[in-house]
């Protein structure tokens, strides 16, 4: 008996029914052979010992494939729980998971292991490398694998099969003496895993639940090959270097403190980088016609239940109550829009409206979860909101999507777009989800952009248009978002009044552009690895005396320079000037000016470039009209991985 495949390039080929997907790829060619990792038969990953009974479309992956990659990764996983089994044998296996970059496992150990003990595990899963063990995949009734992990004495695994669906395929990988619950598919044999790095431990709690015991969260990555592993490490260092948490302790930027976690402490130089952010957006704004407004940081739970924020979202706001009524503290600005927009009699000629709000907000975020700027429990949002018809809406978010293109140019951020769906936790009918969702993919496609399907991970009320920006050093961020809402007008029974003089309910786009105000500064300091652009520095220039005689003049300079609006200061302390140099490189002032005897003499400021170096002698006035007018156009400095 014979089955039929059908390969990705339309090609189909006949084979002996029980032929093996890696036989397939054998037969394709020998050198995929070698390079296969898994397969994909009639859309479904499976391992490449799985064997073709009937006909089939069968796609052969390899580590140039994302998913070829992923199933390489849990490979390792299974790998790193093997070698800790050996070195550690009480250990219990929780989990292990593919992750961006690399694996986790969470363990359960007999004993404390540290991060010292990495390369003895690392030494181990080597040895299991070189015994190039088979994995193999078994299908077991759910009584076979709770007797087998029964024998073992491992209750984490036992909990996991009990929660498994009555009718779900029960799989157990094996390679060697090691067995693991999992769905796989995995790579054929151990010796098939090369680059691999473990890089740290870590507390989890089992199953995410702080009320269940700590594990033991063993961190780690694999690549290809040696040369893209020893790449990676060289981007993990230069990401440690320029950590924002660092960073904002050297330049004095924000701090957080144990009285109120996850909310920042802006220091007088972060207030520049966020007085600066916000200036730029409002100018921006306020020319293609937002009006800005401001909401209460606090308001009546009523409103937010007549939201939906209540229903969908209150496991993240916080609540307090005030003479016996009960308030939330906002987690999003929408509602309060909804309240101004209600407060007077609107006309379609009034549409479209936009009102812009930087709202602080507040989300409660699990205490292991915070990271610095990244990740707070409060913070201001750049939000915009923008009431429309419903013949208005395309060419909104057309001009919203050309707003957020204008202000990422400023930072010279690419950036990828991506088309959000309804999720599982949403509300309102499928007809108004089927016509945002279309009316956000017609403007996508009339401005030819490229954007990927993000299936799902819309908002509870309407879909969206994430851009993810991609900084410096390659890594990818979320921040800006434009979303359609037919939801929420209905709830809060907004009306405009019609040209034919009857009432209309209007169209929201939710709009956000930094996102968080807060994390979009931690984002920037790692960006540019704390070396900003000149209109963005706290402090742009130093004034450096060679000697405490000319601390006169170097006063002189910097009073010049901070009345044409430059931010400057004077180094007058009694170190030498080399000191100084380093020390003002160190806090990364775009420029230092070196004043002695000659620039006293002629009125001139001998200027030092951040990056650059010398640039040779200015009059004082001559270099405050380049400083403005760099600061005037915002030009960027520059980035590079090297600049930090």
Same mark, same amino acid.
């Given at each position: ?12 080929? %006949? ?49 140039? !494939? ?18 800790? $089994? ?33 390369? $003895? ?13 088979? +994995? ?26 009990? !929660? ?28 098939? +895993?090369?680059?691999? $790095? ?47 948490? $660092? ?181 309102? !009918?499928?007809?108004?989800?089927? %016509? ?41 961020? %979320? ?33 956000? +552009? ?10 920037? /300091? ?88 010398? %640039? ?14 760099? /600061? ?10 090297? !600049?930090?």
């Amino acid at each position: 008996m014979y089955v039929h495949v059908t390969l990705p390039d339309g090609a189909v080929k %006949q084979f002996r029914s029980g032929t093996t997907a890696g036989e397939v790829a054998a037969a394709i060619s020998k050198s995929l052979s070698k390079v296969a990792v898994a397969a994909k038969v009639n859309g479904e990953l499976v391992d490449l010992q799985t064997k073709l009974t009937q006909d089939a479309h069968v796609a052969i992956l390899t580590l140039k !494939d994302e998913e070829g990659l992923e199933v390489y990764r849990h490979s390792t996983t299974h790998l790193m729980a093997q070698a800790v $089994k050996r070195l550690y044998p009480g250990a219990k296996l929780g989990v292990g998971p593919v992750i961006a970059d690399g694996f986790y496992y969470d363990i359960e150990l007999p004993q404390h292991v540290t991060e010292e003990d990495l390369p $003895k595990i690392e030494q181990e899963m080597a040895n299991i490398v070189q015994e190039d063990l088979p +994995i193999e995949r078994h299908v077991v009734s759910r009584e076979e694998a709770l007797c087998l992990y029964e024998e073992a004495g491992d209750p984490l695994k036992l909990e996991l099969i009990r !929660d498994l669906p009555e009718k779900a395929v029960i799989t157990i990988y094996r390679q060697g003496e090691f067995f693991d619950l999992c769905r796989g598919p995995h790579v054929p044999s151990t010796g098939r +895993i090369k680059a691999f $790095k473990l890089l740290s431990i870590a507390g989890a709690y089992w199953r995410g639940d702080s009320e269940r015991q700590m594990l033991t969260r063993i961190y780690g990555t694999v690549w290809p090959k040696k040369t893209d592993l020893d790449a990676y490490l060289q981007r993990r260092e230069e990401v440690k270097k320029r950590d924002h948490r $660092k960073l904002s302790r050297q330049l004095k930027l924000f701090m957080f403190s144990d009285q109120a976690p996850g909310m920042p402490f802006y220091l007088p130089n972060g207030m520049v980088l966020r007085n600066e952010l916000e200036q730029l957006s409002r100018e921006r704004q306020a020319r293609v016609g937002y009006e800005e407004v401001l909401t209460p940081v606090m308001m009546n739970r009523g409103l937010w239940e007549q939201s939906g924020h209540w229903d969908h979202y209150r496991e993240n706001m916080y609540f307090t109550e005030v003479d016996a009524t009960a308030f939330a503290l906002k987690p999003m600005n929408c509602p309060g829009h909804m309240l101004i927009f209600k407060n007077e009699r609107r006309s379609y000629r009034d549409l479209p409206l936009r009102l812009s709000e930087f709202g602080h907000v507040h989300r409660h975020e699990l205490s292991g979860s915070l990271n610095g700027m990244l990740r707070v429990r409060g913070f201001t949002q750049d939000d915009a909101h923008i009431f429309v018809r419903p013949d208005q809406i395309e060419a909104e978010v057309a001009h919203a999507m050309a707003l957020v293109d204008d202000i990422y140019r400023v930072f010279g951020f690419p950036y990828a777009i991506e088309l959000s769906t309804r999720p599982e936790d949403s509300m309102g !009918d499928d007809a108004l989800w089927e %016509q945002a969702e279309t009316a956000l993919q017609r403007v996508l496609e009339a401005r030819g952009v490229l954007y990927r399907v993000n299936e799902g991970d819309g908002a509870f009320y309407g879909p969206k248009i994430d851009f993810h920006i991609e900084d410096a050093i390659g890594r990818s961020h %979320q921040c800006a978002t434009i979303q359609l809402d037919f939801q929420m007008p209905q709830k809060f029974d907004l009306t405009y009044v019609g040209e034919d003089n009857d009432r209309h309910r209007p169209v929201v786009i939710h709009r956000a +552009i930094f996102g968080s105000l807060d994390r979009f500064i931690g984002i920037l /300091v790692e960006h540019y690895g704390g070396a900003f652009p000149t209109w963005l520095a706290p402090v742009q220039v130093k004034a450096l005396p060679i000697a405490d005689n000319y601390a006169g003049f170097g006063q002189d300079v910097v009073n010049e320079l901070t009345a044409a609006g430059i931010r400057a200061e004077l180094d007058a302390r009694d170190e030498k000037i080399g000191y100084k140099v380093r020390e003002a490189e160190m806090q990364k002032v775009p420029y230092m000016l070196i004043v002695g005897q000659a620039e006293a003499a002629s009125g001139t400021v001998a200027v030092r470039k951040r990056g650059v170096g010398d %640039q040779g002698a200015l009059p004082v006035a001559q270099f405050v009209a380049d400083v403005r007018a760099e /600061v005037a156009t915002r030009g960027a400095v520059g980035v590079s991985v090297t !600049d930090a």
